[in-house]
């Protein structure tokens, strides 16, 4: 049976106003939220930005989306989880400060912002999936104990993953650190000693001290390595790499069956939304202004988050002309994580797509 996937289109690098306005036109006629009750609490899961980046869901569209959920009666929260690498998205409280600094005070964004902290007892769920790759998911508590679940993610290229959009979002955005690192263990990068410059900037970022400056080359240790990929992210010459064939697709494997084990009990209590806006070729993790590599979609909704990126990928090579994703990315498959993740049940590569205006 196919999926419902509802598209509001927008202008090309349309003003704030107008989007919202579009986004408030989807959410009244699609009917993808009528599953929120009164009285009940609910959290959106987004991504707030690293320090220096300018991809991430403006928080004024998210202000349309909470403003919705309390018409409705309900109370939001706005929630993300730490990072494995350095940065400001590391701890809770620095992670906190960046978040307000990009926009998400509860004025701007209707909702508080609660990033929990695991060092503090009662945070992460152990959730036992018995899949492929990963037999129990360590994931942050508040996710699975909410009443329900919004996804709300900004579609684009991903370094590892191809893409990232809802899967990612929830799969990778939901998991407790130890479930990211596990996430990253079968991926470790080499240095191509031709190409490294010496510049000792991968050194600098890791944050498991796996690598260091031999004669004037990074050399990577692959006994420390958590596989993060920052070097690759920080590298100017792109000397850092990895052996995409022997491991590209198990991330994504694993970051799909994280995103089932958040799921699994959500069947009716749960929304995917994917700003197809300002398209980047890498993730909002990086801390940088990355361009745009392909022209502006629209918004994008579902309750099946494996036919809404499905709909988001199909609709970029259609606007491009060109798989762009697969462009960016040539040693990275984007539909890996699709096809696994319908293959274990989380959605359907097939659906109708229900244009709104």
Same mark, same amino acid.
Request: net charge negative.
């Given at each position: @049976?196919?999926?419902?996937?509802?598209?509001?289109?927008?202008?090309?690098?349309?003003?704030?106003?107008?989007?919202?306005?579009? %986004?408030?036109?989807?959410?009244?006629?699609?009917?993808?939220?009528?599953?929120?009750?009164?009285?009940?609490?609910?959290?959106?899961?987004?991504? %707030?930005?690293?320090?220096?980046?300018?991809?991430?869901?403006?928080?004024?569209?998210?202000?349309?989306?909470?403003? +919705?959920?309390?018409?409705?009666?309900?109370?939001?929260?706005?929630?993300?989880?730490?990072?494995? +690498?350095?940065?400001?998205? @590391?701890?809770?409280?620095?992670? /906190?400060?960046?978040?307000?600094?990009? $926009?998400? /005070?509860?004025?701007? #964004?209707?909702?508080?912002?609660?990033?929990?902290?695991?060092?503090?007892?009662?945070?992460?769920?152990?959730?036992?999936? $018995?899949?492929?790759?990963?037999?129990?998911?360590?994931?942050?508590?508040?996710?699975?104990?909410?009443?329900?679940?919004?996804?709300?993610?900004? %579609?684009?290229?991903? @370094?590892?993953?191809? %893409?990232?959009?809802?899967?990612?979002?929830?799969?990778? $955005?939901?998991?407790?650190?130890?479930?990211?690192?596990?996430?990253?263990?079968?991926?470790?990068?080499?240095?191509?000693?031709?190409?490294?410059?010496?510049?000792?900037?991968?050194?600098?970022?890791?944050?498991?001290?796996?690598?260091?400056?031999?004669?004037?080359?990074?050399?990577?240790?692959?006994?420390?390595?958590?596989?993060?990929?920052?070097?690759?992210?920080?590298?100017? /010459?792109?000397?850092?790499?990895?052996?995409?064939?022997?491991?590209?697709?198990?991330?994504?494997?694993?970051?799909?069956? +994280?995103?089932?084990?958040?799921?699994?009990?959500?069947?009716? #209590?749960?929304?995917?939304?994917?700003?197809?806006?300002? !398209?980047?070729?890498?993730?909002?993790?990086?801390?940088?202004?990355?361009?745009?590599?392909?022209?502006?979609?629209? !918004?994008?909704?579902? /309750?099946?988050?494996?036919?809404?990126?499905?709909?988001? +990928?199909?609709?970029?090579?259609?606007?491009?002309?060109?798989?762009?994703?697969?462009?960016?990315?040539?040693?990275?498959? $984007? @539909?890996?994580?699709?096809?696994?993740?319908?293959?274990?049940? !989380?959605?359907?590569?097939?659906?109708?797509?229900?244009?709104?205006?």
């Amino acid at each position: @049976m196919k999926s419902k996937v509802f598209l509001i289109r927008t202008e090309n690098k349309a003003p704030v106003d107008s989007v919202k306005g579009s %986004f408030s036109v989807l959410l009244e006629k699609s009917g993808l939220l009528d599953f929120v009750r009164k009285d009940s609490r609910g959290v959106v899961k987004i991504h %707030f930005g690293e320090e220096g980046n300018t991809g991430f869901v403006d928080p004024a569209y998210v202000n349309v989306l909470t403003g +919705y959920l309390k018409k409705k009666g309900s109370d939001v929260i706005l929630a993300d989880t730490n990072t494995l +690498y350095k940065g400001r998205r @590391m701890e809770s409280e620095e992670h /906190t400060s960046l978040a307000l600094e990009h $926009g998400f /005070t509860p004025e701007a #964004s209707g909702a508080k912002v609660f990033i929990p902290d695991e060092k503090e007892e009662g945070h992460v769920a152990r959730i036992e999936i $018995g899949q492929e790759r990963v037999k129990t998911a360590k994931v942050m508590k508040l996710f699975i104990d909410s009443d329900y679940l919004i996804n709300v993610a900004h %579609f684009k290229g991903h @370094m590892m993953t191809g %893409f990232g959009g809802a899967l990612k979002n929830i799969g990778m $955005g939901c998991a407790a650190r130890e479930g990211k690192l596990e996430q990253h263990t079968d991926i470790s990068p080499v240095v191509d000693a031709e190409a490294c410059i010496g510049c000792g900037k991968c050194a600098e970022i890791c944050p498991a001290d796996a690598i260091a400056l031999e004669n004037k080359k990074a050399f990577i240790d692959s006994e420390k390595c958590i596989g993060c990929a920052d070097c690759i992210a920080v590298c100017p /010459t792109e000397a850092a790499s990895v052996e995409w064939d022997a491991g590209g697709a198990t991330i994504q494997q694993k970051m799909v069956e +994280y995103a089932k084990a958040v799921l699994e009990g959500r069947k009716g #209590s749960a929304a995917h939304i994917n700003f197809a806006i300002k !398209i980047t070729k890498e993730c909002d993790c990086l801390a940088k202004d990355d361009p745009r590599i392909a022209p502006d979609i629209g !918004i994008l909704a579902s /309750t099946d988050p494996v036919s809404l990126d499905k709909a988001c +990928y199909d609709l970029t090579v259609e606007a491009c002309g060109e798989d762009i994703l697969k462009k960016a990315h040539p040693k990275r498959d $984007g @539909m890996n994580q699709l096809k696994h993740a319908a293959s274990i049940g !989380i959605g359907s590569l097939d659906y109708d797509l229900i244009e709104l205006s």
